[in-house]
């Protein structure tokens, strides 16, 4: 069974006229990028492929991403429901590493992806979300798909990293000083 890393793009937020917090279903998705640890392979999936994306996630036992339970799982859930040949896919009965939920359980807050790579990885993110919005709607689906991997690989090192050494360092929001947050406790 496969661990995969993921991380989803849309088209809009939750913000926008007509969707609403937590309206997952309006959220229409543009790119999914995914990696596969038995596949060593990085995939990027835009919104027409989302049936053969389903194959890859129907074969996983484990998913990780960053802040994929409050975001990316019921995004992909919801557009998965509405497709009748991935409607067996249930990405809530896998097991599930959200490092967002890890670091946000031990310190009591929230801390960006971009924020969390820079600490340990010595490398940010390549964009923002809402810069990823524009380049859908510029057409721009290729750099797009570039982002949106971007912050796969970004999760993966940081996944890899969790489960070698089990702590990140994480920037105090005061001084700034590194925090270490160990996961073995």
């Not at 069974?1 to 007509?18: C, H």
């Not at 859930?77 to 009965?93: G, I, N, S």
């Not at 310190?107 to 924020?115: A, E, H, V, Y």
């Not at 340990?120 to 290729?142: C, D, F, P, Q, R």
Request: charged share 30%; hydrophobic share 40%; net charge negative.
């Amino acid at each position: 069974m496969d661990t995969l890393v993921f991380d989803i793009e849309t088209k809009n937020f939750f913000t926008d006229p007509g969707v609403g917090r937590d309206n997952f279903e309006a959220l229409e998705i543009s790119v999914v990028g995914v990696y596969s640890y038995n596949l060593d392979e990085y995939f990027c999936y835009d919104e027409y492929e989302l049936i053969e994306m389903a194959e890859l996630f129907r074969s996983a036992k484990k998913l990780v991403g960053f802040s994929l339970n409050r975001y990316d799982v019921p995004v992909l859930t919801c557009h998965f429901q509405a497709l009748q040949e991935a409607r067996d896919v249930d990405l809530w009965k896998k097991e599930r590493v959200d490092l967002l939920e890890e670091v946000e359980s031990f310190l009591g807050r929230r801390i960006s992806l971009g924020k969390l790579a820079e600490a340990n990885l010595g490398v940010g993110k390549s964009g923002s979300g809402a810069e990823a919005i524009t380049l859908y709607h510029k057409g721009k689906i290729e750099e797009l798909k570039n982002y949106c991997l971007d912050d796969v690989r970004l999760t993966k090192e940081l996944y890899d990293l969790y489960l070698e050494r089990g702590y990140f360092f994480v920037p105090d929001r005061e001084t700034g000083e590194m925090v270490k947050v160990d996961f073995r406790g």
